[in-house]
């Protein structure tokens, strides 16, 4: 899926030509449109330093640069949440914040076990993100904090095989094709969880608590059947 980023560079007032001067930019501010073209969302410099949502925008043209970036349905269900609970401009760590991040990594993440066809290892790199449009609103030290906080709860109440490491994806694979002994302890490791996992030891009680503080409605007793269902299923 793609979205638009806009970057104003038209003249603007006092402070735009500060911006522009201070960053050696030709742009004075950016601002992420919405999907439905319509709704604009950004830090401008002659608004406050808040985030805002403008709507029905008339805007020249002439004055914008637009950029197409590729999204995943995640972070653009995560975006627009905040946004309609008007929550973009709130700390990662604010408890409705944390709700709507924890509700849609789940959502995510165990729909497309549902839909695989062999049992998968959900690989979790906690030192470094791929470059994503929530690194517009936190800090990707913010973003992994957070979520290595909910991959560590999941890990202990769903029936998923995770793996967290401190490598990334493609670092592993350059790893293993320069044969270092490094991608050989990953990979042990990996083999050791997939071969022992359990998919009986996970009961719908254990994440019923989880479910009721974070307000989960989707993950019910029949989702989370479903779930163990699948992975004693495939091979």
């Avoid at 601002?31 to 029905?56: C, H």
């Avoid at 030290?141 to 793996?163: M, N, Q, R, Y």
């Avoid at 094709?177 to 071969?195: A, F, M, Q």
């Amino acid at each position: 899926m793609e979205i638009n980023i806009a970057f104003f560079r038209g003249r603007g007032g006092f402070i735009n030509k500060v911006v522009r001067w201070w960053t050696k930019s030709e742009y004075s501010h950016a601002e992420l449109v919405m999907p439905d073209g319509l709704t604009w969302i950004g830090i401008s410099p002659f608004k406050t330093s808040r985030l805002q949502a403008r709507y029905n925008l008339d805007f020249k043209p002439s004055e914008w640069d637009f950029i197409d970036i590729t999204i995943t349905q995640q972070q653009l269900d995560i975006i627009n949440d905040l946004h309609a609970f008007n929550l973009l401009d709130k700390k990662i760590n604010n408890k409705d914040v944390n709700k709507i991040i924890l509700h849609h990594t789940i959502l995510h993440m165990c729909n497309n076990i549902l839909k695989m066809k062999t049992k998968s290892v959900v690989f979790f790199n906690y030192t470094q993100l791929n470059e994503c449009e929530l690194m517009k609103y936190y800090s990707e030290k913010e973003i992994l904090k957070s979520l290595l906080k909910i991959i560590k709860k999941l890990d202990k109440v769903l029936p998923v095989i995770l793996h967290i490491s401190k490598l990334s994806l493609d670092y592993l694979k350059h790893l293993i094709e320069i044969d270092d002994g490094k991608s050989s302890l990953t990979i042990n490791s990996i083999l050791i969880k997939y071969n022992q996992f359990d998919v009986g030891k996970y009961t719908f009680s254990g994440i019923k608590k989880m479910t009721k503080k974070y307000e989960l409605t989707f993950l019910n007793y029949e989702y989370f059947n479903r779930l163990s269902t699948k992975l004693l299923l495939i091979k």
